[in-house]
């Protein structure tokens, strides 16, 4: 999917927080003028596919009318966004804290069961949901039903995470289950919005201490690129917030990224394989900020300028080798067909081939793409592309000139920002460390809009 919204609107919205106690008054919020079909509009114009609806902040306010707790909104704001999303035709995801500051029984185990009917609420009356998100903020200071108190548990074992997922297992089965153990994609580990440059989807998460590894409990610092060949299969999700906060802050007005802080993040996160999770952030009237919307907006037709055109769909394609001599299902043609899942491959023996785009005409490009089928694994240690001017077509007679770049991994998606454009009539790809064979989908070139 690449790219997706998650969207923070609470009591915190009103009181001009980050972080609510847990002894907010509900009646703060103005349920009625709420403009999620605003928002999710916005969102869309952006060229992201989902909104992620942070339906319980640690503050423990339900943001639909729930039986679990008195601690509600007086209206459905969930539902809202349900409608509005079913309307665009984009995905709705939850959010729903496992910490809790508001609830007495946080800490206790009948807080767990609490926390796994809300759950249930949600993805009962909710779906169909393609993400649950479970946060890695556990236990401190809270409102806990007028105890005033710090509350610390146990964050390997307090939430029984296997029979709490198995919630969404059972209730949405399409739904991807977040955290920083998974199991099916993990926090980054920065909220800077960015992967490693060199980025495996394949991670095993650690414990920083004494048991096993958890929401919140775990060296998140290794998630950033990830681990080559670990046990979990569970790509990175790069949340950052559109505005320094995650929740609106009029003071935070001017502040708002640029469509070209948009793109750096673009290139920071799905350029390197990963997920963008964009944070947006709802004013007191239920909508977001004109500065918000018009950014978003640049941003989406930016990025769908600079991949409209890919010019090495006008190249003469040569491979060094074709999986079985089998050019009609493995040929290199499938590079420049626009299908994620068809793919050039080689022969089992084959792990460092290389492939030439070759142009009639010159092309002038500043962004490379290279993208693995997937399906198949991250195959690719690494790889190198040379860039070559001056060969012939229309620069004929003009001295040569040469560019080298490397990098490492692949994987679902791949982009290389050029400093400068160049103008070439031969590109090769090469791949230097792989293995197994290759299987590539994917090998474009374009140029950045301004």
């Known amino acids: 999917m690449d790219m997706y919204c998650l969207v923070h609107w609470g009591a915190n919205t009103y009181l001009d927080h980050e972080w609510g106690y847990g002894d907010e008054d509900p009646s703060l919020l103005d349920v009625a003028d709420f403009d999620a079909l605003q928002i999710v509009s916005a969102a869309q114009a952006g060229g992201f596919k989902g909104v992620i609806v942070v339906a319980k902040h640690h503050d423990g306010l339900c943001l639909w009318p729930t039986a679990t707790t008195a601690h509600h909104v007086d209206g459905d704001i969930v539902r809202k966004y349900q409608q509005a999303c079913a309307h665009l035709g984009m995905k709705l995801g939850v959010y729903c804290s496992p910490w809790d500051r508001n609830s007495a029984l946080y800490g206790t185990h009948a807080y767990v069961e609490l926390y796994r009917r809300q759950l249930t609420e949600l993805e009962t009356n909710y779906g169909p949901l393609f993400m649950v998100w479970h946060d890695g903020a556990n236990g401190g200071d809270g409102y806990y039903g007028g105890a005033r108190e710090v509350r610390k548990i146990d964050r390997s074992t307090y939430y029984g995470w296997d029979t709490t997922w198995g919630i969404t297992r059972r209730l949405q089965p399409g739904a991807v289950i977040f955290g920083d153990v998974g199991p099916d994609v993990r926090w980054v580990g920065n909220e800077a919005g960015h992967a490693g440059e060199t980025y495996w989807a394949t991670y095993t998460p650690l414990a920083p201490g004494p048991g096993a590894p958890a929401n919140g409990y775990v060296q998140s610092d290794l998630a950033t690129s990830g681990t080559r060949n670990g046990k979990y299969w569970m790509g ?86 074709v999986r079985g001599g089998d050019a009609v299902h493995y040929g290199p043609a499938h590079l420049v067909d626009g299908d994620r899942y068809s793919y050039w491959a080689t022969d089992d023996s084959v792990t460092g081939p290389s492939v030439e785009l070759r142009f009639d005409h010159p092309v002038t490009f500043d962004v490379i793409r290279l993208r693995e089928n997937i ?76």
């Open 236 to 321: 990175a999700e790069c949340d950052v917030p559109l505005r320094p906060g995650w929740f609106y802050h009029a003071s935070q007005d001017s502040l708002v990224k640029t469509p070209s802080q948009l793109m750096d993040l673009y290139f920071a996160s799905v350029g390197r394989g990963a997920c963008l999770d964009l944070g947006l952030a709802p004013n007191k009237q239920g909508r977001l900020a004109a500065a918000d919307v018009e950014s978003l907006r640049v941003f989406g037709e930016r990025l769908r300028r600079t991949f409209a055109v890919n010019f090495a769909a006008q190249a003469h394609i040569k491979a060094s080798n």
């Open 375 to 450: 399906k198949l694994g991250q195959r690719v240690d690494s790889f190198e592309v040379n860039i070559v001017s001056g060969e012939g077509g229309g620069l004929a007679g003009q001295p040569r000139r040469y560019w080298l770049i490397k990098g490492t991994s692949i994987g679902p998606n791949k982009l290389i920002r050029l400093k400068e454009p160049v103008t070439a009539d031969k590109v090769v790809l090469r791949i230097t460390g792989s293995p197994v064979c290759v299987a590539l989908s994917d090998f474009g070139l374009f140029k950045e809009a301004k």
